[in-house]
T-cell receptor, first 114, second 113 residues
């Protein structure tokens, strides 16, 4: 079974702090994704990566950056956390784009910025 | 924006079939229909996908109308553990960023004893 793990289930940070959210997948997937999920807004794509050291902006990249130094690890960085970044953050991975591509999600990190 | 329309919520009796509809009237020829679900406090889980033929796997069946403008996800014998938000997504797997998953608001399915 594909396993996608996220470093924390719950995180509390203060405004202005630098925050790192880590995601690791164990199935040698090329593609990795970061989403945030907010009530009434559904899942929104922040950044994605199709290969090591590659990254592309999703729908809401402002205030975030990412790092993909190794194939199995995709990090989301909040350079200076703000209260409007309080959210559930979900990481996903998948094989390269094919008909059978499906995304496998981690359990999520619930971030609270005070 | 999501290209699909789903009812906000549905109820289903335990042991009965749950039929979840989805409208995608603007679907194009290259777009597949995918279904995911999200159980409370967990990440989304892939269920099934299809292009134009009906599909079945161990979790569910997917019925796509001949004109492809709508589809129905069928859970044949719903259990309490099937209570979740179900997302219907259309995506062009060959279309660059258009191939990314765009989650709408989904249907909240409540399976009741």
């Amino acid at each position: 079974d594909v396993k996608v793990t996220q470093s924390s289930r719950y995180l509390v940070k203060r405004t202005g702090e630098k925050v790192f959210l880590e995601c690791v997948q164990d199935m040698d997937h090329e593609n990795m994704f970061w989403y945030r999920q907010d009530p009434g807004l559904g899942l929104r794509l922040i950044y994605f990566s199709y290969d090591v050291k590659m990254k592309e902006k999703g729908d809401i990249p402002e205030g975030y950056s990412v790092s993909r130094e190794k194939k199995e690890r995709f990090s989301l960085i909040l350079e200076s956390a703000s209260t409007n970044q309080t959210s559930m953050y979900l990481c996903a991975s998948s094989l390269p784009r094919t008909i059978k591509e499906t995304q496998y999600f981690g359990p999520g990190t619930r971030l609270l910025v005070l | 924006d999501a290209k699909t329309t789903q009812p906000t919520s549905m109820d289903c009796a335990e042991g009965r079939a749950a039929n979840l509809p989805c409208n995608h009237s603007t679907i194009s020829g290259n777009e597949y229909v995918y279904w995911y679900r999200q159980i409370h406090s967990q990440g989304p889980q892939y269920i099934i996908h299809g292009l134009k033929n009906n599909e079945t796997n161990e979790m569910a069946s997917l019925i796509i109308t001949e004109d492809r403008k709508s589809s129905t996800l069928i859970l044949p014998h719903a259990t309490l553990r099937d209570t979740a938000v179900y997302y219907c997504i259309v995506r062009d797997i060959y279309g660059g960023s258009q191939g990314n998953l765009i989650f709408g608001k989904g249907t909240k399915l409540s399976v009741k004893p």
